[in-house]
């Protein structure tokens, strides 16, 4: 069973700028989509931003298009999101997610099979 682990959460200003990392435990990350989702208290999960298995594609929700990245070191085994021009309205934990194979385009939970614990993010006006 993968085991991953999100950091790099924290409090920052509106407008400034954050990174967060996943790290997968074994040799079980090169052949898989990741993503990231988020949380806000009291709302559903929802889709962030997602990378195929080699990098070369990703996609990403309308509401961080243009201001998040995700990316992704097979030699690390970690999955990236650099978030920017943070808004009070990204506040929420956000988590990594490994699919279950290699397939693309991925966005929906049920695409995925395995969670990191989640990083809290929280962005003040």
């Known amino acids: 069973q993968v085991q991953l682990v999100e950091s790099g959460g924290g409090l920052v200003q509106a407008g400034g700028s954050l990174r967060v990392s996943c790290t997968a435990s074994g040799r079980t990350f090169v052949s898989y989509s990741m993503a990231w989702f988020r949380q806000a208290p009291g709302k559903e999960r929802d889709f962030v931003a997602a990378?195929?298995?080699?990098?070369?594609?990703?996609y990403y929700a309308d509401s961080v298009k243009g201001r998040f990245t995700i990316s992704r070191d097979n030699v690390k085994n970690t999955v990236y999101l650099q978030m920017n021009s943070l808004k009070p309205e990204d506040t929420a934990v956000y988590y990594c997610?490994?699919?279950?194979?290699?397939?693309?385009?991925?966005?929906?939970?049920?695409?995925?099979?395995?969670w990191g614990q989640g990083t809290q993010v929280t962005v003040s006006s």
């Open positions: 990378i195929s298995w080699h990098g070369f594609n990703t």
């Open positions: 997610a490994r699919s279950y194979d290699g397939s693309w385009p991925v966005s929906q939970i049920t695409d995925f099979g395995s």
